[in-house]
Nanobody
C-alpha cells in the first residue's frame, strides 16, 4: 500500500501562486507515475499534471505555462507549482500515484486539498 498526503492548499487572489506538496509513504518503490487531479463543484475530476519516474511530464491544456509539476525522489514528494491562478482553478486537488507510467486510472489517492482562487 501507498499513502499520499497533500498539503499547501488555501485561499489566494487571482494572479497569485500556491505550491502543493504530496508526500508518499509505504510501498513506494514500485511507484512510477504521480499526478495531480482536481475536481470543482459539479464537475468531473480532471487530470491537471502528471510526471513519470523518468521525469516525463504532461499537463492539461488549461494549465500549460502556468503550472509546473516536479518530483523529489529523495523526499518521495511530488509538487505542483501553480502560478497566475484564476478563479476557474478553484477545486479540490488530489494527488495520485500508480505503478504504471501512463495509467488511465490511478491506483492510489490522497484525501485532497482545497484551493480557492478569489477574483
Amino acid at each position: 500500500q501507498v499513502q499520499l498526503v497533500e498539503s499547501g492548499g488555501g485561499l489566494v487572489q487571482a494572479g497569485g501562486s500556491l505550491r502543493l506538496s504530496c508526500a508518499a509513504s509505504g510501498s513506494i518503490f514500485g511507484i512510477n507515475a504521480m499526478g495531480w487531479y482536481r475536481q470543482a463543484p459539479g464537475k468531473q475530476r480532471e487530470l491537471v499534471a502528471a510526471i513519470t519516474r523518468g521525469g516525463s511530464t504532461n499537463y492539461a491544456d488549461s494549465v500549460k505555462g502556468r503550472f509546473t509539476i516536479s518530483r523529489d525522489y529523495a523526499k518521495n514528494t511530488v509538487y505542483l507549482q501553480m502560478n497566475s491562478l484564476k478563479p476557474e482553478d478553484t477545486a479540490v486537488y488530489y494527488c495520485a500515484a500508480d505503478p504504471r507510467s501512463d495509467p488511465a486510472n490511478y491506483r492510489y489517492w490522497g484525501q485532497g486539498t482545497q484551493v480557492t482562487v478569489s477574483s
